[in-house]
């Protein structure tokens, strides 16, 4: 959809972006019109928000926490609701807790763990070469970001010491990938997405590695939808860790952590 001409004003902004089927477009007008430095950028701007592409995405950055991060164009954006992941990640941590991200997508998580816990060592990975370059503008000198598929990428030298276990892995399940709106189908990547079957194919695999990763009494913390609640907490079971389910009513987030026996 074309929105030129397009003046300065705020109203015209919001007119074009509701056009588009923008649900939240007075909000959005106002970030367009911080970040575009000429009406000819701000014009841009509002096209590619109207064509579709993430607001996240138009903008370069997504607020988590409370802090910026970069996400670039193909990168998955990081949800408000795993603010609730992080947070209860924050509680289990231990003083100087060695944290590992895995699929870090912008490395959002990561970062937003080290920054509100005491953090000893912070390292990230993902399978998305586009995913790995922005984590490591992110996450910067706070830690080390690797790319590969899970756990392969990381130093051995982890093993048996991991604190923290963040695994946004992708959960939906490969049917419903085409019933999610098109910002996320069509602009973030399918892997960070598509959970296979049944929506748990990785955390499976997590799961069932996770246990030679784990410090003793060490936690991995995954997301999950309600529906998937009881199955997955038998997939943390058979990997012989400990499972908890805890639940956000006002982010409508599902979390699962899953503990290692600690050393009697």
Known sequence: MSVHPISTTLSTTVLALRRAGCVFAEDEALLLHEAAASPDELSALVERRAAGLPLEHVLGWAEFRGRCFAVDTGVFVPRRRTEFLVA??????????VVVDLCCGSG???????????????HACDVEPAAVRCARRNVGDLGEVYEGDLFDPLPARL??????????????????????????????????????????????????EAPEWLAPGGSLLVEAVERQRDTAVEVLRAAGLTPQVLVSEELYATVLVGTARRIT
């Open 159 to 208: 093993r048996g010491r991991v604190d923290v276990l963040l695994a946004n892995v992708p959960y939906v399940p490969t049917a419903d990938v085409e019933l999610l709106p098109a910002e996320a189908r069509v602009h973030e990547p399918r892997v960070a997405l598509d959970g296979g079957g049944d929506g748990l194919d990785v955390m499976r695999r997590v799961a069932a």
């Open 88 to 97: 209860r990640a924050a509680a289990l941590a231990p003083r100087r807790a």
């Open 108 to 122: 959002a998580l990561g970062v937003a763990l080290a920054v509100a816990s005491d953090t000893a060592e912070l």
